[in-house]
């Protein structure tokens, strides 16, 4: 393990929540498959570097894995290195522009299905999936 990936590991990644889980494993490891890192929202592509943290949650006895891409490990060290222990408000931004990103084109794929369905645009708000509006 290089010095960064060492850094990185200490900081919490979920910036000291209260949360009744028990920590299984946090370690770096080699893709198999795409995963998507809970910070930036990024693709994690198959045979890359990347951190795994699996955790239990004690509350409903569910485990959880969680993907971190290598430039949020690099800006979690960076975090760590430079004193500030949580994460880097930098990569959570990322990940709230791509998450209204997200939104924004599921809402569009909504309209257009309620469009094409109808024949004629929709006005009435209440005529949308609950996940649009």
Not at 24 to 43: A, G, M, V, W
Request: charged content about 35%.
């Amino acid at each position: 393990m290089d010095i960064e990936e060492s850094a990185c590991l200490k900081v919490g990644p979920f910036g000291g929540e209260d949360a009744n889980v028990t920590l299984l494993h946090d370690r770096f490891l080699i893709t198999r498959k795409e995963h998507e890192c809970l910070t930036c929202l990024d693709t994690i592509l198959p045979r890359k570097r990347m951190r795994a943290r699996t955790e239990r949650d004690n509350d409903d006895n569910t485990l959880k894995t969680f993907y971190f891409c290598w430039p949020c490990c690099e800006a979690m060290a960076a975090d760590w290195n430079n004193g500030n222990f949580d994460l880097s408000f930098d990569r959570a931004e990322i990940r709230v522009a791509r998450a209204r990103q997200r939104e924004d084109a599921w809402r569009r794929q909504c309209d257009e299905a309620l469009d094409a369905e109808a024949g004629a645009p929709v006005d009435d708000i209440s005529l949308h999936c609950d996940p649009c509006y």
